[in-house]
């Protein structure tokens, strides 16, 4: 079993900042890719930003300069710093990584997700 739990949702006013957590736990043999992607009510969930287990990273153009994400690969854990928050980003945040979890005399990749954070940016 594999889980996700996120933490550092709230709400703040237009311009504020928030830290995202995300702590991945269970029997892990490793994390590849790590990211966190958002939903807004009535759209689809879109990718925020991505993290690869070497540390590259991927933005949306709509956060581009605003949100950091990295992670520590000693704690199994990624984040996202969001600055000059907008009211679009108003959403809920999933945390998403690939993990390689034990599986029979090996091991395979299993993509995981967090239950999600609410964001709530007010104007």
């Known amino acids: 079993q594999v889980q996700l739990v996120e933490s550092g949702g709230g709400l703040v006013q237009t311009g504020g900042s928030l830290r995202l957590s995300c702590v991945v736990s269970?029997?892990?043999?490793?994390?590849?890719?790590m990211g966190w992607y958002r939903q807004a009510p009535g759209k689809q969930r879109e990718l925020a930003a991505t993290?690869?287990?070497?540390?590259?990273?991927n933005y949306a153009d709509s956060v581009k300069g605003r949100f950091t994400i990295s992670r520590d690969n000693a704690k199994n854990t990624v984040f996202l710093q969001m600055n000059n928050l907008k009211p679009e980003d108003t959403a809920v945040y999933y945390c998403?990584?690939?993990?390689?979890?034990?599986?029979?005399?090996?091991?395979?990749?299993?993509?995981?997700w967090g239950q999600g954070t609410q964001v709530t940016v007010s104007s």
């Open positions: 998403n990584a690939d993990v390689r979890v034990p599986y029979a005399f090996s091991s395979r990749t299993r993509n995981a």
């Open positions: 269970g029997s892990i043999r490793s994390i590849n890719d």
């Open positions: 993290i690869t287990s070497g540390g590259n990273t």
